[in-house]
């Protein structure tokens, strides 16, 4: 009986290796505290370099990673003769496509013209639209290639550094032609009508007059009556 509990007692540990197995957990505590230090030391600097950043760059990266896989399905669509735009609407439900309609007119609605500053500001706004989605790895590439002459400043001479690709002049081109041919659609002379009246001093004044009696004609007709009567007060 007695031998068969000495047999079954826990061996006892040396001094010696009670000590490794001190150095063990000591070496294996000071290894996670490292890690924990420098994971910190990560979120620390993670966080400041998210601090830094403007207030709207989450939403503006969303957008950008949007454009970019749109434009891809578009160039895809067009490899395979679709038209991206009914097939995108294909996916879609009829409450979901009006939304976006009546979301997309009242983003720039057509309120008529007012004056010159605003038509201009329509003009730059549709045109800022139609633009191509940015290509990032162009973009990446010039930033790499550049360096500080890449944002320009008061000190910086970028006058013959950059090159224009062959394909954005194309594109320029072809979209400076075709706001020459839609202003020639909208500048072709009119008939004159002798028998009008004359209100103008020139032609320019004779358009801007046209325009003003085409918004504003239907609040102002009795008034136009009374001082060619002379009755107006």
């Given at each position: 009986m007695s031998s068969v509990e000495t047999t079954s007692a826990p061996k006892e540990m040396t001094f010696a290796e009670k000590q490794a197995e001190r150095m063990k957990r000591l070496r294996?505590?000071?290894?996670?505290?490292?890690?924990?230090?420098?994971?910190?030391?990560?979120?620390?600097?993670?966080?400041?370099?998210?601090?830094?950043?403007?207030?709207?760059?989450?939403?503006k990266r969303r957008q950008a990673e949007w454009l970019l896989d749109d434009q891809q399905k578009r160039d895809e669509a067009e490899k395979q003769g679709k038209n991206y735009d009914r097939v995108k609407l294909l996916n879609i439900s009829a409450t979901e496509a009006e939304r976006l309609e009546r979301k997309k007119k009242k983003r720039n609605p057509d309120q008529g013209f007012s004056t010159y500053e605003q038509a201009t500001v329509r003009q730059y706004n549709r045109l800022v639209k139609n633009m191509p989605a940015a290509d990032m790895e162009q973009y990446e590439k010039q930033k790499e290639k550049y360096g500080d002459a890449f944002y320009g400043g008061p000190n910086v001479i970028i006058h013959g550094m950059h090159e224009d690709r062959r394909e954005a002049v194309d594109r320029m081109v072809d979209d400076l032609e075709g706001q020459i041919a839609k202003r020639a659609k909208y500048s072709r002379r009119r008939i004159h009508n002798d028998d009008a009246d004359i209100d103008y001093i020139n032609e320019r004044n004779a358009k801007f007059n046209k325009k003003l009696e085409r918004f504003y004609g239907e609040h102002t007709a009795e008034i136009k009556q009374n001082l060619e009567r002379g009755t107006a007060i």
């Open positions: 294996s505590l000071h290894t996670a505290r490292n890690e924990a230090r420098s994971h910190n030391h990560q979120e620390v600097v993670a966080e400041e370099a998210r601090n830094k950043l403007p207030p709207n760059y989450e939403a």
